[in-house]
């Protein structure tokens, strides 16, 4: 067997690095992320995190004790320049500073981020205060995620729900069904923003026409998150 010398890829390391824990429910976050993350050549790695059928505060919090092991499953030669915990309600009902407490655990020295604190900077760095809230989640979870965002200093001054709790439901919701929920929401109150939540939650093809149609900035927990990254590692390199 004939033996090869090889050349070290100068390029590869000097890539924006991400690592992305996502439920084992999510089918939306990858097609996403394959266009909000494709630019610049950035190398994304994923990991699943076991996570229940249906979502509920109980639901949620019994994924805290399975992150370590998620991000253990993260290749180990990479370097990162920043990870997320790909679950908004998660994060909401866990909270992102034990969040990232348990990625450190595997990955320590990292930034992490996850859509709930991303949706946070994403709203603070085009000054809004305002803000309409949809989601698909049942009221305890909206409840608590409205709670968290009026704690960080916004007004929800219109909210709204498709009230499904099957993970399966979810990702089978059409976009134009988002696209009239964040219409009828826009008009209900004048607001700074809009916020789409959930990762599982397809809105990629809606968003710039919502913005259009309401006049007013509309984002996703994907496209929160995916910027949030973004801004993580260009404050890294």
Aim: aromatic share 6%.
């Amino acid at each position: 067997m004939l033996r090869f010398e090889y050349d070290i890829d100068p390029v590869r390391d000097r890539l924006a690095t991400y690592g992305i824990i996502i439920l084992k429910t999510d089918e939306t976050l990858e097609k996403e992320f394959g266009v909000l993350l494709n630019g610049g050549g950035n190398v994304v790695h994923y990991s699943r995190v076991e996570s229940e059928a249906l979502v509920s505060p109980e639901t949620l919090r019994r994924m805290e004790a399975r992150i370590p092991q998620s991000a253990g499953m993260l290749p180990e030669g990479a370097s990162y320049n920043a990870v997320a915990y790909a679950c908004t309600s998660g994060a909401t009902t866990i909270g992102p500073k034990k969040v990232a407490e348990a990625v450190h655990t595997v990955i320590p020295d990292v930034p992490v981020t996850d859509p709930i604190t991303a949706s946070i900077a994403r709203l603070r760095s085009i000054y809004a205060r305002r803000i309409c809230l949809l989601t698909p989640y049942i009221p305890s979870v909206t409840g608590a995620m409205a709670d968290k965002l009026t704690g960080e200093g916004f007004e929800i001054v219109a909210s709204g729900s498709f009230y499904e709790e099957r993970e399966s439901a979810v990702v089978r919701i059409s976009q134009a069904s988002v696209l009239a929920a964040v219409e009828a929401l826009a008009q209900e109150a004048d607001a700074d923003a809009v916020f789409v939540s959930c990762t599982n939650l397809p809105t990629i093809d809606i968003l710039e026409e919502a913005r259009k149609r309401t006049g007013t900035e509309v984002f996703s927990s994907n496209s929160a998150l995916a910027w949030h990254l973004e801004t993580l590692a260009n404050r890294s390199q």
